[in-house]
């Protein structure tokens, strides 16, 4: 079993900056691929961004050159380093971990709301 953690969400003017962490917990020598998902009033879940154990990383086209995902595997830790922020991030982010194994665990989200 593993458990997902996040933190950092909160609100923020368009153009602003926030980080989200998420602290994985439990079985965590299983884990292989860690990323965040999202998922905006009566939209469907979407992914952000993914990052291997080997810190290969793979992320949405609406965001990159804005969010940056990365891990500390020391700390059990992703985090996703969020910039220029528009309205239309405004969602519930979902950190997600998947094992060696294809076994899929989720945290229970934040909340991220860019508003003026």
């Known amino acids: 079993q593993v458990q997902l953690v996040e933190s950092g969400g909160g609100v923020v003017q368009p153009g602003g900056s926030l980080r989200l962490s998420c602290v994985a917990s439990?079985?965590?020598?299983?884990?292989?691929?860690m990323g965040w998902y999202r998922q905006a009033p009566g939209k469907q879940r979407e992914l952000v961004a993914t990052?291997?154990?080997?810190?290969?990383?793979n992320s949405a086209d609406s965001v990159k050159g804005r969010f940056t995902i990365s891990r500390d595997n020391a700390k059990n830790t992703v985090y996703l380093q969020m910039n220029s922020l528009k309205p239309e991030d405004t969602a519930v982010y979902y950190c997600?971990?998947?094992?060696?194994?294809?076994?899929?665990?989720w945290g229970k989200g934040t909340l991220v709301t860019v508003s003026s």
């Open positions: 997600n971990a998947i094992t060696w194994l294809r076994e899929d665990y």
């Open positions: 439990g079985s965590v020598f299983k884990v292989n691929v």
């Open positions: 990052i291997t154990r080997g810190a290969t990383t």
